[in-house]
């Protein structure tokens, strides 16, 4: 244990030493990717509107939207919480993580929305073009955002304890990209 200078306190010595490394981040970060690759095939949907992709891709877009989003939802905030143990400590963190949390739920529940429209068959000609089209950019936009908010937390709680590597690596996925540029 090593004291605190400006107030006695004590704090815990192995806390000072939980190193983030870039090998920690690799799960997170692939989960960050299938989101962003269901994002981009979604756009595609999307651009293409008012046609609509062929039954079996929606069927295989529904599928990945309707248990992915939500599975890496729950699995984000677990490596989340594995990454920076005791760091739901102060209010700070603690709301950090419980504004992922309201962000994964609410993206589960955008892309079980989702879904629903795209599986409707009664909805395949029903629902407008704009509605759909609408129906994806906010899923998309809202998606995105939660990935980057989450390496944003990241980089706001670990701080000092990301090694070189894994601070180059969220710098990396926090940098706008071509694509980006045409949306």
């Known amino acids: 244990m090593a004291a605190d200078p400006t107030g006695d306190r004590v704090v815990p010595f192995a806390r000072r030493w939980h190193v983030i490394h870039e090998i920690d981040l690799v799960r997170l970060i692939a989960g960050h990717r299938m989101r962003s690759d269901l994002c981009d095939r979604l756009e595609c949907v999307a651009d293409g509107l008012p046609s609509r992709p062929p039954a079996d891709i929606e069927a295989a877009l529904c599928d990945m939207l309707a248990g992915a989003v939500a599975r890496d939802g729950?699995?984000?905030l677990a490596r989340l919480k594995a990454l920076l143990p005791g760091g739901g400590g102060d209010g700070f963190a603690k709301g950090l993580i419980?504004?992922?949390r309201t962000r994964h739920a609410a993206d589960a529940?955008?892309?079980d929305e989702l879904a629903a429209a795209l599986q409707a068959a009664e909805q395949r000609d029903a629902l407008g073009a704009e509605a759909l089209g609408?129906?994806?950019r906010c899923f998309v936009s809202g998606c995105r955002a939660t990935i980057e908010f989450e390496l944003l937390a990241i980089v706001a709680l670990a701080g000092h304890r990301l090694t070189t590597p894994a601070r180059v690596l969220l710098t990396e996925r926090l940098l706008p990209t071509?694509?980006?540029d045409l949306h």
């Open 134 to 136: 609408y129906a994806i």
């Open 178 to 180: 071509a694509s980006d």
């Open 74 to 76: 729950r699995d984000a």
């Open 98 to 100: 419980g504004r992922i």
């Open 109 to 111: 529940a955008a892309a």
